[in-house]
Each structure stands twice: as structure tokens, then as C-alpha cells.
């Protein structure tokens, strides 16, 4: 992606409160999740342990959609804006309901104004970090152990990026208890574990690496290139079957893809009716550029996830 705009930069660090005009296609642009991200790091800095950053974020929901759950708390409606808002957006009260829009739009005014001048005093990130090394807020899994002091990604190999390649619940209903709403929910040794593959990989690493989670989705090909910069290593687990199982046999293609896994889900065994111990294999690709990389290859152990 293209670096910060300084234009950009200048306006949040300027300004004091943050109106997050709230769509789908809001959320789904990496771009709104790293802006959202740097002004979130802005308005926490040093506050002391246990307090609340100050409320100088206002979601305005334009058009439907489902606030993160970090954001549903910071949507404060004011008590002149219609009850039907949330449902409807101010989209909706625009084209049909013209009262309630100016209503909406004067209460909103009112509530940002207000927030400024109790807020104003707020100081500009005394450093910004790199774009490409600005989390998105909006990107789903677990990321937050990955990062470092100034709020971007750390970058050199401690950093384990986990992709896991597996069904859905929805695509593979049986065995019940198996997979779930995404790759990381996936409990590849169910029934014999009740662990998921993300439990499974966190445990692995024993404090070696800090771990984080990159989700299959359109930034996912970008969110390997930009691990890839930072000397990351990025490891890729899925399962035999699937149509996400084509993801991981094109990964020795895929930008920095460096440690790549095969997780066998347990089988009964017809002799005995019961159930087999799982099998796991992970070929492992480590790039000797990569200093403090453990090795050999062909090792789980090198993996960290032994």
C-alpha cells in the first residue's frame, strides 16, 4: 500500500475528535482501520494504567452495519437523535425523513463540539510509525501481541504470523464440533482435543515468539508482504481436504511464506471402531537471511510449535 499521505498525517494528528462515517465498505478498507488505528493510539498515550482514553470518537452510522465490538461502546447517541438511527443510518432519514436528518445533524454537531473543547488539550503522537507497520484496527484475529512500543508491528523473527487454511462451519457442518465460524476456531484432533488450531499454536510457542493471526481475506496477500519486510516468519497450517487446501499447496508462492503445515484430522479405525491418534507434519522452509531463525529444516521443532 501507498505510504501515509501527509495531508492525512497532519489532519490526525490536528485534530481532536475522530467522526467515523460507520458502512460496510468502511470497515472492509484497510486504509480506514490503520487511520482509525493511528488516532486510537493518539488519544491512549500516556494515560496512566487503568484509565479510559477520553470519548473523542463518534461513530456516525450512515448506512446499516455491525460496529466492531471496541466501537459499540463509543456510540453515544445523543437523546435528540431518533431511536430508529441505529437501525436505519442517517442514510435512510437523508432520503426519506428529512426532519430527522437535520435533527441528527444538529445533534451530532453539537456532541463534537462539546467533545473538543473538553478535549483539546490532546497532544499529537510524538511519533508516527510506518504505514505499512500500522495495524488495522477493523482486521479480525489476534494481533495485539505483536506489536511494539510505538504501536506498529515489531519486525524481526519473533514475530510468528499464523494463517490457518480450514473449513467453515457452515461448509463443512460434519463432524459437528469440528470447524467453526473461521480457520482459527478449526479443532483439527476433535474429538480427542477440544483445543482449536489457534490454542494449538499459541501454546507452541512458549513464549519464543509473539504471535499473530492473519486472516484469509483481500489484504491477505499485502498482510504477507508487509511480514515478509519485516523479516517475520509467517506460517500457514490447514487441513488435506477443502478448498482451502489449494491456498496451502501454493505456499512456497505466496509472499515471505516460510514454514507450511498439514494438520490430519483423527479418523476411526475400522479394524477397532476407535478413535486414531492425529497425525501432523509441517515441511519447514526457514531462509538462512533471517537471523535468529531457528533451525534445521524439516523439523517441527524448528517451528517452534514442538
Same mark, same amino acid.
Given at each position: 500500500m501507498?505510504?501515509?499521505?501527509?495531508n492525512?498525517?497532519a489532519a490526525?494528528?490536528?485534530?481532536?475528535?475522530?467522526v467515523?462515517v460507520?458502512?460496510?465498505r468502511?470497515f472492509?478498507?484497510e486504509?480506514?482501520?490503520k487511520?482509525y488505528?493511528?488516532?486510537?493510539?493518539?488519544r491512549k498515550?500516556r494515560?496512566?494504567?487503568?484509565?479510559d482514553?477520553?470519548p473523542?470518537?463518534?461513530?456516525?452510522?450512515?448506512?446499516?452495519?455491525e460496529?466492531p465490538?471496541?466501537?459499540?461502546?463509543?456510540? =453515544?447517541? +445523543?437523546?435528540?437523535?431518533?431511536?430508529?438511527?441505529? *437501525?436505519k443510518?442517517?442514510?435512510? !432519514? #437523508?432520503?426519506?425523513d428529512? &426532519?430527522?436528518y437535520h435533527r441528527c445533524n444538529?445533534?451530532f454537531?453539537?456532541?463534537?463540539v462539546?467533545t473538543?473543547?473538553k478535549h483539546?488539550?490532546i497532544k499529537?503522537?510524538?511519533?508516527?510509525?510506518?504505514?505499512?507497520?500500522?495495524p488495522?484496527?477493523?482486521a479480525?484475529?489476534?494481533?495485539?501481541?505483536? =506489536?511494539? +512500543?510505538?504501536g506498529?508491528?515489531?519486525?524481526?523473527? *519473533?514475530?510468528?504470523?499464523?494463517? !490457518? #487454511?480450514?473449513?467453515?462451519r &457452515?461448509?463443512?457442518?460434519?463432524?459437528?464440533?469440528?470447524y467453526?465460524t473461521?480457520?482459527?476456531?478449526?479443532?483439527?484432533?476433535?474429538?480427542?482435543e477440544?483445543?482449536?488450531?489457534?490454542d494449538?499454536?499459541?501454546?507452541g510457542?512458549?513464549?519464543r515468539f509473539r504471535?499473530?493471526e492473519?486472516?484469509?481475506g483481500?489484504t491477505?496477500?499485502?498482510?504477507l508482504?508487509q511480514?515478509?519486510k519485516?523479516?517475520?516468519?509467517?506460517?500457514?497450517?490447514?487441513?488435506?481436504?477443502?478448498?482451502?487446501?489449494r491456498?496451502?499447496?501454493?505456499?512456497?508462492?505466496?509472499p515471505?511464506?516460510?514454514?507450511?503445515?498439514i494438520?490430519?484430522?483423527?479418523?476411526?479405525?475400522?479394524?477397532?471402531?476407535?478413535?486414531?491418534?492425529p497425525?501432523?507434519?509441517?515441511p519447514?522452509e526457514?531462509?538462512?537471511?533471517l537471523?535468529?531463525?531457528p533451525?534445521?529444516?524439516?523439523?517441527?521443532?524448528a517451528?517452534?510449535?514442538a
Amino acid at each position: 500500500m501507498d505510504p501515509w499521505d501527509d495531508n492525512v498525517v497532519a489532519a490526525l494528528q490536528s485534530c481532536t475528535v475522530m467522526v467515523c462515517v460507520s458502512t460496510v465498505r468502511y470497515f472492509n478498507r484497510e486504509v480506514c482501520g490503520k487511520e482509525y488505528r493511528l488516532f486510537d493510539l493518539k488519544r491512549k498515550q500516556r494515560l496512566p494504567d487503568g484509565q479510559d482514553p477520553p470519548p473523542v470518537i463518534l461513530p456516525v452510522v450512515w448506512a446499516p452495519c455491525e460496529l466492531p465490538p471496541f466501537m459499540q461502546a463509543l456510540q =453515544l447517541v +445523543p437523546k435528540e437523535v431518533s431511536d430508529s438511527y441505529l *437501525e436505519k443510518g442517517l442514510r435512510h !432519514f #437523508a432520503r426519506f425523513d428529512r &426532519d430527522s436528518y437535520h435533527r441528527c445533524n444538529e445533534a451530532f454537531a453539537t456532541s463534537i463540539v462539546k467533545t473538543w473543547k473538553k478535549h483539546k488539550s490532546i497532544k499529537p503522537l510524538d511519533k508516527v510509525p510506518d504505514f505499512e507497520n500500522i495495524p488495522n484496527a477493523f482486521a479480525a484475529g489476534k494481533w495485539e501481541e505483536a =506489536l511494539g +512500543p510505538d504501536g506498529g508491528f515489531l519486525a524481526g523473527p *519473533e514475530v510468528a504470523n499464523f494463517i !490457518f #487454511a480450514a473449513e467453515s462451519r &457452515d461448509e463443512c457442518p460434519q463432524p459437528a464440533g469440528r470447524y467453526g465460524t473461521t480457520g482459527s476456531e478449526w479443532r483439527p484432533f476433535f474429538p480427542i482435543e477440544p483445543e482449536t488450531a489457534l490454542d494449538h499454536a499459541a501454546k507452541g510457542l512458549k513464549k519464543r515468539f509473539r504471535f499473530r493471526e492473519i486472516r484469509l481475506g483481500e489484504t491477505f496477500r499485502s498482510d504477507l508482504e508487509q511480514a515478509k519486510k519485516r523479516k517475520n516468519l509467517s506460517i500457514m497450517i490447514g487441513e488435506p481436504r477443502g478448498a482451502r487446501a489449494r491456498i496451502l499447496q501454493r505456499g512456497k508462492r505466496l509472499p515471505g511464506f516460510v514454514v507450511g503445515g498439514i494438520l490430519r484430522a483423527p479418523a476411526l479405525s475400522p479394524k477397532r471402531g476407535q478413535v486414531q491418534r492425529p497425525v501432523c507434519g509441517f515441511p519447514v522452509e526457514i531462509p538462512r537471511d533471517l537471523p535468529g531463525c531457528p533451525q534445521p529444516a524439516h523439523s517441527r521443532r524448528a517451528a517452534g510449535l514442538a
